[in-house]
């Protein structure tokens, strides 16, 4: 069964409005998660690095103010996407490790945001 | 910086075919490990193997191999008896010594296996 559950699958909004996607593990604590950002038929594009109890890591020419990213506990990381716009459409995905080396990383299954 | 290059955008095969997805990668690590990922229409990301950077033995998974060459810097993936079940967009990644940190994914190439 999926390890990373990420909600919601889709979501339509209005421009102007800000958006919430969470990513959650499901079965263990994950100290990190990484979001990306994929636009339609392009490659997936690392946003930032979440970290439990600090500040994210974004990469450059991501919008720390734009892309709001909360890594309040273990389990949960939440991206929000505030004052979108048309051009933030795209499909957002998480994923998850649990820290240690060697372990595999695990994706949620991916937000696709649309923005009137 | 780390680069990954899937120079075939699209691949078209007719079933049954066996196909080859190409990819090339840039890295200054001496430990790295390469990941081979299939996103189907539905958007999720399905993973197919993670490989060390030291572990050059190339690998069969039922229909699917993957050949590492270290002196060509390429991992490349094979599927054999192709099945349309197959069509997918295919990313080919590149992380780090530690092999759980933040991926460079490749541009994908869109595979569509023709009934």
């Known amino acids: 069964g999926a390890v990373v559950s990420q909600h919601p699958s889709w979501v339509i909004c209005k421009s102007g409005t800000s958006v919430k996607i969470e990513c959650r593990s499901l079965?263990?604590?994950?100290?990190?998660m990484f979001w990306y950002r994929q636009f339609p038929k392009q490659s997936l594009m690392l946003m930032a690095t979440s970290n439990e109890g600090s500040k994210a890591t974004y990469e450059q020419g991501v919008e720390k103010d734009k892309f709001l990213i909360n890594h309040a506990s273990l389990t949960l990381s939440t991206l929000t996407v505030t004052s979108a716009h048309p051009e933030d459409s795209s499909f957002y995905i998480c994923s998850a490790t649990k820290g240690a080396a060697n372990e595999k990383l695990f994706f949620g299954s991916g937000t696709q945001l649309s923005v009137l | 910086a780390q680069k990954v290059t899937q120079a075939q955008t699209e691949i078209s095969v007719v079933e049954k075919e066996d196909v080859t997805l190409d990819c090339v990668y840039e890295t200054r690590d001496t430990t790295y490990y390469l990941f081979w990922y299939k996103q189907p229409p539905s958007g999720e990301l399905v993973f197919l193997i993670r490989r060390n950077s030291f572990d050059e033995q190339n690998e069969i998974s039922g229909r699917y191999s993957w050949n590492f060459q270290k002196s060509t810097s390429s991992f490349n993936f094979t599927i054999t008896a192709s099945q349309v079940v197959d069509s997918a967009v295919y990313f080919c990644?590149?992380?780090?010594?530690?092999?759980?940190?933040?991926?460079?994914f490749g541009t994908g190439t869109r595979l569509t296996i023709i009934p």
């Open positions: 990644a590149l992380s780090d010594r530690f092999g759980n940190e933040k991926l460079t």
């Open positions: 079965d263990f604590q994950a100290t990190t």
